[in-house]
């Protein structure tokens, strides 16, 4: 158990490097925008190419992860991660911004698949939500730090954040190296001649029609309506609140702590006692609600009120999620979190472009339309999760393997 815990530790620290460094790119991104004259459209491209790239990415790392063990991949990961934030940092112009974008799509998204598959691994099925919770909490302080730091150093320079960023990636990569062990033994791995194919679009399209389809479609939907908010909150924050990026990085430090604490702190336990699909469901309505409560704020109060109700209600979205999916594979872990990721990825991909497009229309609709999103699929889990309770599980899979 000492063992297990260090991984986790390891696994822990990783996954806040990396997503600092992408929280770091938040509060910042909206501004390198407005220097460059651009809007609300460009600032989705932006955040839709880094989804894209992981979209057409993450399937493979998973599936690598599978052949080769998650280890290499992990390097792999955190190593491409400090590439693509020593070439942001170095952006003076836009398209070297998307440029940067996709290497960081490309090459990190191998962290988080193969992050969730090593839990996979080395965790019991019971305590495979607080696993998944430990990464989901990992992510939430890496959005703690990043926006904070970001806000604070961006007063002296935009690019120094990412450099910080760079340099805590080659020491997460020098911890994995020298202290992370190898999660999946090599009876379990995939054989060499299996082919590792792109997108996985086809075993995506048979996944949908798997016990993990609707969750699939639901990690989707998910991250569609997710990034409605994350997208232009910086745009958003600055044009109707004229806040800059030091306040814009401390209102996401203050989300990201609530995540983080929620993720980390109730996501095992609320999972062990209601199933994740109960969780799921709740936390579908409650961030519809959040949306639309978050178009109402006028003052700084009532911004922290709102969008402290929101990230209460979404924090353990993700996490549940992908435990149920875990649960539910009938193929390898790496392959299913690949699935899992690419889904959310797409999610990612459309999402920003969509809010982009309508916040240059009226800076509300990203909101709005995140609200309704949310609001179908607490709907269509009020169906489709309850036919699939937590103690079937097992019967499932095997009915699915027959």
Known sequence: MPDNRRNLAIL?????VVMMGFGMVIPILPFYIIQFGAGGSAMGLLMATY????????????????????????????????????????????WMLIAARVIAGVLSSATLPTAMAYIGDSTAEKDRGGGMGIIGAAMGVGMVLGPGIAGWMATY??????????????????????????????????????RISGPQLRELWQALFSPIGFLLILAFLVSFGL?????????????????????VGWLLTFIGLISAIVQGGLTGPFTRRWGEATVIKISLFGSAVGFALMTLADSIFTV???????????????????ALISKRATIGQGVAMGLNNASMSLGRSVGPLWAGFIYDLNLVYPYWSGAV???????????KLKS?????IEGSQSQVAD
Not at 12 to 16: D, N
Not at 165 to 193: M, Q
Not at 388 to 392: D, K, L, W
């Open 373 to 383: 999103i949310m609001l179908v699929g607490f709907v269509f889990s009020l169906f």
């Open 388 to 392: 699939e309770p937590a103690v079937q």
């Open 51 to 94: 989804a894209v790239m992981q979209f057409i990415f993450s399937p493979i790392w998973g599936g690598i992860s599978d052949r080769i063990g998650r280890k290499p991949v992990l390097m792999i990961g955190v190593l491409g991660n400090a590439i693509a934030q020593i070439l942001f940092g170095f952006s003076t112009e836009l």
């Open 12 to 16: 822990f620290f990783t996954m806040v």
């Open 304 to 322: 922290l009120l709102t969008t402290g109700f929101f990230v209460i209600s979404n924090a353990m979205l993700r996490p549940a999620v992908s």
């Open 157 to 194: 320079s935009l690019s120094a954040p990412f450099f910080l960023a760079a340099g805590l990636s080659l020491l997460a990569l020098v911890f994995i190296l020298l202290t992370l062990p190898e999660s999946l033994p090599l009876d379990k791995r995939t054989l060499s001649g299996t």
């Open 227 to 247: 990034t409605n908010f994350e997208s232009v909150f910086g745009l958003y924050a600055n044009a109707q609140y004229d806040y800059g990026p030091q306040q």
